[in-house]
């Protein structure tokens, strides 16, 4: 099987379902923080490594015999259902605009974690060094996202994120 087919589910999930969920949500999850210095090398970084580990799964096969098969379906499936499930929770915030419910409180950014884990699961069911690198590259630039995502909402949500800064882990 092509292993394109394992990134429908993304799309299903980041479009459809929050479509599906709360349509004004769905442009929200294209704005990002604004950036400063390193964080902007990092975005261009980000938007790169995420095309291409989109693209290079076109040239990739699921190694269905693989010893890592089963194990790359269930983190597979883990990272949709995350993806799913941190999905509908940012689609309903606080009348604020933070998110807090559901897996926001267990993790500050449970997307960024579940995409990780959905191309984690594709890394081992294709068994490639090239996506496992390019994966690596998309979490590292990521990080600095996350950390403009974070100095923005200290600046919108103010006491009430550092409490929330506080009490919840950045990824898990």
């Known amino acids: 099987m092509n292993a394109f087919f394992l990134v429908i589910p993304l799309f299903l999930i980041r479009y459809g379902l929050l479509l599906l969920v709360n349509r004004e949500a769905l442009p929200r999850a294209a704005l990002y923080a604004p950036m400063v210095g ?13 095309i291409l580990m989109i693209l290079y799964l076109l040239l990739l096969k699921v190694q269905t015999d693989s010893n890592w098969f089963f194990l790359g379906i269930a983190i597979y499936l883990l990272g949709a259902i995350l993806y799913s499930i941190s999905i509908i929770h940012f689609a309903h915030p606080k009348a604020a605009g933070l998110n807090v419910n559901g897996l926001y409180r267990i993790s500050r950014h449970p997307m960024y974690v579940s995409f990780f884990i959905y191309f984690l699961g594709c890394v081992f069911l294709t068994q490639s060094w090239v996506l496992a690198a390019l994966l690596i590259v998309y979490q590292l630039s990521a990080h600095w996202i996350i950390l403009s995502e974070e100095r923005w909402c200290m600046g919108k949500f103010g006491n009430e994120y550092t409490k929330y800064r506080n009490r919840v882990r950045r990824y898990l």
């Open 38 to 50: 390193k964080e902007k090398v990092a975005f261009v970084l980000y938007q790169i490594t995420t």
